[in-house]
């Protein structure tokens, strides 16, 4: 089996979450569409509290939805069988919780956390301390291997904790702000790694990150805002989404123009759609001015000649 054939393909449709019970909900994704070809690579980007961890863990299998499906490799997670989700994230998924330490075994020391973490594979001990020792040296902790994971700082236990989440060759790797507690030489580290996974074995990788330099060395991006996803970014240009239901979410920096509640007009436009406010009760539309134009996008990222 090739690398490719093994890479993994995820999907959501229409994903929902909402926290909390009856009377004190909160609605944490809003209807998340999102297609991630196996072997990709993406930055989740977006405002704190805009949905990005809840949707990491819907991938990881980790929450149920309110509504809508994640597919991971044409399985619903939902649809799974209890045994079968836990070997699923078991032996395909590498897991980086946001909050470090909550990754490792406090107790056992970073050789033991990594070895721990290959359990459910079929290598031999002396193949799993190779691999142990290999990725230690590589996220540069092979001197502190034999100390106590509870005892490392803070940018060791992150470092410890992509070993950890590497440590079983997943098909899929999810990556919580990977590199929010490193200094940039460490971070560049972490990211050479997780790309040297994902060439070697085609691992397709999500991870939030607020960090620009991952977010273009991942390549694609996704922004999510409030919920949905506000928008994509392919070679360093960020995009609009439509939505399934024709939803746009307008860029931050024209919420000014448009403020919530704010009424509008849509009519078609050249190559694209006009967007303009209306103040209920004013006769004539054109005397409010402020206006968006949304103009077409072709397919490939390169606007139709003319914009
Ligand atoms: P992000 O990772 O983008 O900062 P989260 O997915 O953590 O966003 O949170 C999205 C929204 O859901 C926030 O409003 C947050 O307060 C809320 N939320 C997250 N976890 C819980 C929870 N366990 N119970 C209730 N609300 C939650
Ligand atoms: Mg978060």
Redesign the pocket.
Known sequence: MTSLDSALAVSCENLVHV??TPGNE?A?LRGVDLTIDPGEMVALL?P????????LWHLAGLLKPTAGTVEIDGRVLSGLSSPALSSFRLREVGLLLQNPGRNLLANLSAMGNVLFAQAPTRRSRKVKRRRAADLLERVGLAHVAHQVAGLLSGGEQQRLAVAVALANGPRLLLADEPTSQLDPRSAADVIELIQAANVSLGTTVVA?THDAEVAAALGRTVT?RDGRVGAAGHGGREFLVVGKDGTVTLPPDLMDVFPPGSLATASRAEDGVLLRRVTPGSVDEDLAHPRVEARGVRGDGIPPEGS
Request: proline share 0%; aromatic share 6%; net charge positive.
């Open positions: 926290y909390g909160v944490a977006g704190s509290g805009a949905g990005k961890t809840t949707l939030v999510i």
